[in-house]
């Protein structure tokens, strides 16, 4: 092996000087680029270092768009950059460029703590920034991390103080600049705004507020979005007074914003609100080889369409996306519809704003938006990067003039489409029989209709949402619902509260209240179940006496702190209405009665369930599907490992059979050497009477002999120890004969074989003196 090369301290210098003068003559490059008369069409004509063309290069960003040949040599001076662009024209390169230039000519270091913070309104935006700035970055030593809400705080807070670039959402990181003990924000060198209107509206204003004031003043700050807001209060929240403007500078006022794609189709259809669930099914029946999006006004609404049209089975596959759904299966469901080629999303406005979603063919807009910034954004999901896109918008006539006016002021005018009645289905059949049948569909509906209902009534153009003309009884009929569910009005102020109470952080909103004792609100909740918060909610009765007839309860809903009413007050039981109850009459029915074998022939054969969880109930033996085995690798990989696991648990288990086997053999022998010594005792004592002498000591010999056997005795030497208690057995018949030659005197012709025999047993009394003892010892010494 070749030895490697020792780096001396002269050629660490040599390359310390090497990369400063590189350093050196970015800065002078980027000093000298001029950024109006020069039109750099690729991202290696600007003054950016070979790590980040590199990493452009391998992420397949080689040309520039307008937005970054404008944006990125004004960020790469160091200015503040007020940018507004077009959907789907890669502001996100836009500023994620300058951001890794800014750190690298820094030197930046894990060591120097935060120097970048990106701020998106969406968690799905969150994460495709970050997945952006990992490709593009792959190159570079920084380290780079995403927060966002539904993901393990614990997690983010162990890894969070050595980040250099923070992505994430406004709540999660004014929670981690709250908790988490190494966040350092005194060195940032750039704050970067993405969809800056969003993030600086009502909804995120205090959140963004406090997220500024824990960063230091002096700063670069960025600012995009495709509709900017440019009020002076908005931009000096953000110390942001010498700024340079993009694709605004042009703009005198707010009203005149960026219009939508050149290559995007839009149209609109006038329907009735009652039929707009009609149109929806027919266009999706006649475009199946299409893949679309849905907006719908409310999650309600979107989990109602899907169940719904999922029953109906249009013949295509369908999704659903919003804001009340785990993290798990948000981004699940990004994933898949990334991938999908012809399927349909039912979604709200949760990816209405800068998701990159490849090759959107249509965006149907089932409800009118709020205003023309989001039909913009809305649309931006189709035509991105200069392709073809088509967009279509349901307005029900009250609508339709309000709402085309003001697109007519933002230069969009969409064509109008009418709808041919061959292709028009009614689903209206379909769907009372579901909720019908579905009492929970029944629930989904009243949702969806109180859901819609208050969206129109908060709304705060008047001329385009008319509240008092909705046609609600015919709407709920179209939904399947029997009638229109009563509902309970919120005042303005109380959905601005909520609107501002949406996105603001729990643990912020926990500690800014305080109770009239001076404990913090929500610190004594940790303990509370579930069903304690269930009954702590107010407007139990908002859904309607439909449902509540449904569960056999009947509410009044004018009461809010009423739970439950009972309908039957007089609860007296008379026994002379009860039917008369007649048990088996013969021997065979009461045995069929008692006979667990034969009600579970009348109701089926029970099966064991195993909870999850999620409380969800599954079989003990599930099988895996099809996916789920093909995500675990190849077949015979599979089977190899299976085998693999079977024969060691098979091999543990033979050890501790095998074990077992012989603590057995020992137990079995144990008690045949019991018996057999219990054998040669009786036989002793019976021969005791007779021979004291020979008789005795030859029983104590055998005695000790088996229990020496009992102690020894193990499954390797079964046969040398039942070897020895025979032979011990003969011992003592020996003893027993030799022992009547010594007393009779006479029988001097034995062999030389029990002579010896005779001698090993000597009958003696009990010594008295010591001429006794000397005696016995001579005699000892003779034999």
Known sequence: MARKQRVTTATRKQLRQKEDDYLKKLEEQIEEYDAEN???????????????????????????????????????????LLAAAKTGSGKTLAFLVPVIEKLYREKWTEFDGLGALIVSPTRELAMQIYEVLVKIGRYTSFSAGLVIGGKDVKFELERISKINVLVGTPGRILQHMDQAVGLNTANLQILVLDEADRCLDMGFKKTLDAIVSNLPPVRQTLLFSATQSQSLADLARLSLTDYKSIGTAEIKDSKNLPATPETLQQSYISVELPDKLDILYSFIKTHLKSKMIVFLSSSKQVHFVYETFR?????????????????????????????AQHTCLFATDVVARGIDFPAVDWVVQADCPENVDTYIHRVGRSARYGKQGKSLIMLTPQEEEGFLKRLKQRHIEPNKLTIKQSRKKSIKPQLQSLLFQDPELKYLGQKAFISYVRSIYIQK????????????????????LPGAPKIKMKGMKSVERAKELKNTSRQLLSLSKANDDGDIVGANKEGRTRIDKMFDRRNQTVLSEHYLNITKAQADADEEDDFMTMKRQDHQ??????????GPTSKRALRRAVSKK??????GNPSKLVFDDDGQSHPIYELEGEEDFHAGGAAEDQKKSFISKETDVMQGRDIEDKKLAKEKRQEKKRKRLEALRREQEAELDDESGSDEGGSYHASLATRANLSDDMQSASEDEEQETLHRSKKAKYSRHDSEESSSDTDAGDRRGQSDTKKSAARRVIEVQQPESLEDLESLTAQFLQN
Do not use: C, W
């Not at 690729?42 to 944006?71: C, H, M, R, W, Y």
């Not at 034969?598 to 109701?603: F, H, L, Y």
């Open 38 to 80: 020069t039109k750099a069409a690729l991202f290696k004509d600007l003054p950016l270092s070979n790590n980040t063309i590199k990493g452009l290069k391998d992420s397949a960003f080689v040309k520039l768009t307008e937005i970054q040949q404008k944006s990125i040599p004004v960020s790469l001076k160091g200015h503040d």
């Open 598 to 603: 034969a009600s579970i022939a009348g109701k």
């Open 311 to 339: 029953k109906l089975q249009p013949g295509i596959s369908l999704m659903h996306l919003h804001g009340r759904q785990k993290q798990t299966a948000r981004t699940e469901t990004l994933d898949k519809f990334s991938r």
């Open 573 to 582: 039981i008379h026994e002379e209405e009860l039917p008369e109850l007649i």
């Open 461 to 480: 153009d008047k001329e385009v949402f008319k509240f008092d003309e909705l046609p609600n009884e015919e709407f709920a009929n179209s939904l399947g």
